[in-house]
């Protein structure tokens, strides 16, 4: 057990004035100290003397709780106290010169210790000092610049084939009791992927072959069945190469959420058709470029966006993709399918999906998704991502995104029935997940913020206790929102961050929300991500810089652009972030919204998880912008909940208190909405220009 006091003292290289810069500093400690997920600065009434902080600690062995605490110093640059708010635990830490080798001798000194945390006395003294020599050690690395920033799960080429093993079969992905009871299904579910590879045409042909009639899509027309959707697939095959679209060729697919566009995403891959999801959001005059510049065939496309491709050459093919159209004229995706005549030439090359990675005004880069590489790519989605087999998965985020046709690649090999709407309204979301026990909800974070405006009445009507993951991803999650979601919904929220290039990086669980509610997470089976300067070289853990990553689906390349920076198997994600002692990576924002205001880089990311918190604000942006004085400053939008005053100063001083005064917006502007891709990503060049037509 902890003694009522245990004394620390080591030696290192560095000066007093560096060291007390991060030690005395309370926010830097998550960086440095395992088990401290995040500190902020709070206002004691009374207390203007001293700082006092609440911070999250706990994780792993330890359940996460608040700790209150102060900051007093008595000496600068020499000796401060960290002494507990809410109980009787006190500690000293004192910083003195060391003649012997001109660097520092720390000496620490914990009173009560084990008064800070429930779980604590159950550990001993040796666990404490062990603690603090781990975390100075990684502060002596940071202004040492040692290279320790990576987060590396890869390990091993042997441990890694065995951890793939394991988690195929523990999800079950393969059964072991199928191998030996129905070999030839399991002969014909390998047959299948052995002839359409790891591709959405080969996960439901291998689901065919092992069990045709289970529901494989639930959309607003009614249920299909695995097999419905792969002989679709095939005849829909087969009627492109009637209409002389041959292999090589590439399509365009603009569509809500439902089986049919599924269908035509397989039949592409098996034709070896490129298919270019379009973006709903695009303008006319950008899907005539987009048809120009990939020389599109046809477009598959939704009634509604008939208006969308009007400016479309005549040559380009107009399919409706529903069985009657209201456009005079219109082929149907009905018509085009023949159950007598479903034969096609089997293609050198599987069909790729291109995705398109930018908002709704630019010109938008469109991305090559790899096809997955086996089973370890489905090991290394699941290591995250608690899935299994049988699955009923909501997918309320757009299927022309990157992350819900990922979502659908990996509906496949747990045989998943995947729910669909056509649009997300969030009263009819969870009434969806009510009405088909649906057990996985997959959305972007615009969305859970819908859902939470529901009135609680409202929610209270949908039983959604069969939920066991909600996972968001697509654009940055407020910590306030993760965890007003957990507390709504159960511990079951899991935020993933990525992009289209690099598919994954990290995964945040439950624990890691409730711990660091900031966190992107750690990176899952089968992923490295490390920190990079901007010359390539490793940085210190807690240290800022670029985000690259390797895993097996980085994407393969853009058609229309080059490809971001890859160093030593690792690709730019073109965000800036740091790692910290558990691994878990935080973001600070795109590289290219950073701003140096006064001399000073300041990150918009941290203002807007600031603002985020506070409960009169529902929605937050926050850029930089030119400033005659500083070089550059911060304007922040605002979108308060409906009835609440907020008051700038009010702002400002919040903002100056929690974080520092280079981070507080020099300008607020209120609206009642931000403008968003049809993805639900803030778009913040429409904010930079200034044009609010949007509200």
Known sequence: MISDVVDFALRVQRTRSELWHLLATPQWYPRFFRGIGAVTRIVEPGQDSTEAFAAQVGGGPLPVSTLRFRIREYRREAEFAIEGIDSGWFGSVRLTDDPKTGGTRISAAMFRVALAHERLPELDNSAITEWLHAGITRVVEYLDGTPTAVADNTRNLASLQISIVRQVFSSGVVSAFDAMKRPDRGLRQLNSLYRWGFTLAGGYAAATAHSPTDTAIIDDVGAHSFERVHYRSNWIAAGMHNLGIRDGAAIGILARNHAAMVETLAACGKLGVEAVMVNTGLSPRQIEELSHRNNLSAVFLDDEFDELVRELPGRVLRIATRPESVVPNRITLQELVGE??????????????????????????????????????????????????????????????????????????????????????????????????????MVVPIMLQRLLDLPPAVRARYDTSSLRVIASCGSPLPGRLAHEVMDAFGDVLYNFYGSTEVSWATVADPADLRAAPATAGTPPLGTRVAILDPHGAVMPLGAVGRVFVGNDMLFDGYTNADSPAVADGLMDTGDLGYLVGEGRLFLCGRDDEMIISGGENVFPRPVEDALAMLPEIQEVAVIGVPDQEFGQRLAAFVVPHLGATVEVEWLRRYIRDRLNRFSVPRDFTFLDALPRSATGKILKRVLARGDFDFV
């Open 340 to 441: 007598d005549a479903w034969s096609f030439p089997r293609p050198q090359r599987h069909g790729r999906q291109i995705v398109l990675t930018s908002g709704t005004s630019g010109s938008p880069k469109a991305a090559v998704r790899p096809h997955p590489r086996g089973f370890g790519t489905v090991a290394a989605m699941l290591s995250k991502l608690p899935l299994q087999l049988g699955e009923r998965m909501l997918i309320a985020a757009p299927l022309f995104h990157s992350w819900g046709f990922g979502l659908l690649q990996i509906a496949t090999p747990v045989r998943a029935t995947v729910v669909l709407q056509d649009r997300f309204d969030p009263e009819e979301c969870l009434a969806a997940v009510s009405r088909y026990r649906c057990t996985s909800l």
